[in-house]
């Protein structure tokens, strides 16, 4: 049955809603393996050591790098992008700057409590995630390259996936960023996570949301 108007415009208000909360809570749990300092994603490790370098805050750093390589993505494999993209853009680095504000730049000294930190910030990093791409209204300049880099050469996403994670990790690698236990373990566990969220959580209370 064709949608009206009205359920069209509703399901893309609850579409960017959940995009804009996931993108927050992903911001969350960021910023709280930032400040447990027991290392960040590829992605984040990457971004901490060029802003790093150049001497910008992470929240510039991440909106340029995603204004160019969604550019990039734009001209050539557009499908990939969508409203969530703009919002991935424009403010996930800004909120991970106002949570690394409120955290403070002083990581706690206890290891149980920095391991603590570390396990919760990895679900509800692994939370953000699922719900942001729960939306269905595009990825992430990053979360595209793995998808576009297949397309381009018909290599296995997974395949595309490791190459890309493993290139910014070593990028990070050398630009100082911060490398650490919980870098293997978003790389192990973030995956199955997110897959456990998106079965138990966000795909049943979107489908929920709009009456499916």
Known sequence: MRKNGEEMKKELFVRLL????????????????????????????ANLGAAGKLGWSLGVYQMTFGLVVGLIILLFKRHHLGYASIINILLTGY???FFMFLFGSHSPENIVVKVLIMLVALLIYSLGISLYSTSGLGAGPYDALAPVLSEITGWKFMNCRILVDSTF???GFFLGGPIGVASLLTAVFLGPL???????????SLAKFLGK
Request: glycine letters at 6%.
């Open 18 to 45: 959940y995009a804009l909360i996931g993108d927050i809570i992903l911001a969350l749990g960021a910023a709280l393996l930032i400040f447990a300092s027991l290392g960040v994603d590829a992605f984040t490790v």
């Open 194 to 204: 997110i897959n456990i969220f998106n079965q138990t959580i966000t795909n049943p």
């Open 169 to 171: 990790f070593i990028l």
């Open 95 to 97: 909120f991970i700057d």
